[in-house]
């Protein structure tokens, strides 16, 4: 579950998995255990973050082992801020019921 005091959903719907855990967690299952659960049911989230190189997008979960989807090094240039969140939409566009992208506030702030 996204928390929205520090994170911003930039594409997807994770309502219904957000949904999901909450009433899980509540009848007393561990959440990494929900977690571990929807991942194996499809349920992937990406985050854009700034690097030394310029963007990046990478996995926002260990389950993925954080790695890298794209960025600077992969295109052997500078990935500015806007050319990596419309990849990202792109991406989760393929599957926007079980894709999520966000970036972190503090990211976010003054950038255009």
């Not at 801020?81 to 990202?88: K, S, V």
Request: glycine residues 8%; neutral net charge.
């Amino acid at each position: 579950m996204l928390n929205t005091a520090h994170f911003e959903l930039l594409a997807g719907n994770p309502e219904k998995w957000d949904e999901e855990t909450r009433r899980r967690v509540a009848q007393g299952e561990s959440l990494p255990n929900v977690q571990i659960d929807q991942h194996s049911r499809g349920r992937c989230a990406i985050e854009l973050v700034e690097t030394i190189y310029g963007y990046s997008i990478r996995y926002a979960s260990g389950l993925d082992n954080w790695g890298i989807l794209f960025g600077s090094r992969m295109a052997g240039r500078p990935i500015h801020r806007a050319e990596a969140i419309e990849w990202g939409k792109q991406w989760v566009a393929r599957d926007p019921e079980k894709r999520e992208f966000f970036t972190r506030k503090s990211d976010k702030e003054n950038k255009p």
